[in-house]
């Protein structure tokens, strides 16, 4: 007897169709397991064991003869535990426990769960994934997914599909026989459409530094990387840690985009089936190469997708190893990292903002201006910054230098800039550019070669400005596009449909490291 199913295999972030077949043949010797095929890892074939405990304890018993259980495709490597519930239905229904009605009913879903010895039903990674497959498969006649209670709100964020919670063996059996009424799950509306920021610290906590306050709002405007430097106890983490506080709400599409990657890792709260606030990342600098960036035997997301439309967030950006600092540079450019393994390669999102802060010097002292820099401290400065290459800094858009906090700034009574005028300035010209692109997902950090000649028309004194620059500061090409998206955002924030000198001026004072190469 055969029977078949409708599953899930997470590749990647991307859940990706299977189909369990159970073939029971009656009269052959039976064998101690069913035999496992179509390309399984150890936790696969680990699962005919707790599928047989499962079945006894859920007063089901196990079919006399030899099983095969086929995972189709068998080109496509099966890993996890989301195959278990699958396995245990065609098992049930070989041994007649489901009907032919039960398992004409099963083929209209998706299903997934690991299965405990006493048959109630686990969470398993990437529901979220899982149900968008099914979302997709409508037109093939499948109407959602069945899924562990954990994993339900999840799957539930999904339009336009049934999302069917279910705890125990028993109770899939019961549903599918048509001898228990199931209600789909409701989908969350809070979690879907109030996508608020958190409560986040604020920016008058920190005691002067207006300067770096409104190169962070520049920054939070149109999503530019930006470096920090400066002495020990200027206040760059501070700065750095209330940045999420002045950032735009995660829109839908991105929350769901978002949220698809860490469902598929299995790092989404239990709570929060949808992600309400743009993540920030703050990895070790002991971290390596594969974290960053992802890796693995089969290729799972670094923190550099887990950053996506978020924040990645670097302290002490010279302790990196330089060939982990290395790997960034792909991903800053064009927003997308591509593992490639022998048996196949898979591209992870990776749009995210690089926020970074470093000393300028091992010791942790000293400044960069050579009016009152001495020699030494110079030459010290140069070995430390020379620790990060020319490339990855000509991907960064704003370097700025952050002094050590005064006496006077430290006791004074009058705060400073607070993170709702910063976040009015920065929802303003997020504004003019959505109306400038037409789109949510284009901001003027990541315009491309014929927007930025199209936005960024200079007239000629800003001409000139940047012609003298070039000349003393050894801008690259690159870099004089960074200059143009930084002056566009400048004039944003003023309202400005034209760029002016001044904005070109402004934006060039932020290139601060390019003339220490």
């Known amino acids: 007897m055969l029977a078949r199913l409708h599953a899930a295999v997470l590749h990647g ?86 009907s032919t009605q039960a398992m004409d009913r099963a083929k209209r879903y998706l299903i997934a769960g690991e299965l405990a010895l006493d048959g109630r039903i686990r969470p398993v990674k990437g ?43 028993a109770e899939v059996v019961g549903f599918l026989n048509g001898q228990l009424a199931l209600e789909p799950t409701p989908p969350e509306e809070n979690s879907i459409d109030a996508l608020t920021a958190a409560d986040h610290k604020d920016f008058v906590e920190v005691r002067g530094q207006e300067l770096a306050k409104r190169a962070l709002t520049i920054a939070a405007s149109a999503r530019h990387n ?146 009152t820099a001495s020699a030494t401290e110079l030459a010290a400065i140069d070995r430390y910054i020379s620790k990060i290459s020319g490339p990855l800094f000509d991907r960064i858009d704003i370097h700025l230098e952050v002094p050590a906090v005064t006496y006077r700034d430290l006791t004074s009574a009058r705060k400073g800039t607070d993170s709702a005028t910063m976040r009015k300035q920065v929802s303003a010209a997020l504004a003019l550019q959505r109306e400038r692109f037409g789109n949510t997902t284009t901001s003027n950090a990541t315009m491309s070669k014929p927007q930025i000649d199209r936005f960024c028309v200079l007239d000629q004194p800003s001409q000139l400005l940047m012609k003298q620059a070039m000349e003393e500061l050894g801008l690259s090409a690159r870099a004089f596009d960074k200059v143009r998206k930084v002056a566009r955002t400048i004039a944003d924030l003023e309202s400005s449909e034209k760029i002016s000198p001044a904005h070109i001026s402004e934006a060039i004072q932020y290139r601060l490291l390019d003339r220490r190469w």
């Open 226 to 371: 930006i470096l920090l430097l400066g002495p020990p106890g200027a206040g760059k983490t501070m700065l750095c840690e209330r940045l999420p506080s002045i950032l735009p709400p995660l829109t839908r599409a991105e929350a769901l985009e978002t949220s698809r990657i860490y469902s598929a890792v299995g790092l989404l709260p239990k709570d929060q089936p949808l992600l309400r606030t743009r993540p920030v990342r703050a990895p070790h600098h002991t971290a390596s190469s594969p974290s960053i960036i992802g890796g693995g035997s089969i290729p799972r997301p670094g923190e550099v997708s887990l950053a996506h439309n978020g924040i990645l967030f670097l302290d002490e950006l010279p302790e990196f190893p330089r060939n982990v600092l290395e790997v960034l540079r792909q991903p800053l450019e064009s927003g997308a990292v591509t593992i490639a393994r022998s048996h196949s390669s898979l591209t992870f999102p990776a749009k995210f903002m690089l926020v970074a802060a470093m000393n300028p010097s091992h010791r942790g002292s000293g400044t960069l201006d050579p009016k």
């Open 127 to 169: 529901a979220l994934p899982i149900a968008m497959l099914a979302q997709s498969l409508a037109e093939k006649g499948i109407a959602g997914v069945i899924v562990p209670p954990d994993n339900a709100p999840q799957a539930a964020v999904v339009p336009n599909i049934e999302v069917y919670s279910v705890g125990a063996l």
């Open 13 to 98: 972030i991307d859940a990706l169709p299977c189909e369990v077949e159970v073939d029971l043949a009656e009269r052959a010797e039976a064998l101690p397991k069913p035999t496992i095929v179509g390309l399984p890892d150890t936790a696969v074939k680990e699962s005919a064991d707790r599928i047989r405990s499962a079945l006894f304890n859920s007063g089901y018993g196990f079919p006399d003869g030899r099983l095969t259980i086929n995972l189709a495709p068998a080109d496509l490597k099966k890993e996890g535990n989301a195959l278990e519930l699958p396995i245990a239905l065609g098992i049930l229904a070989v041994n007649r426990v489901l």
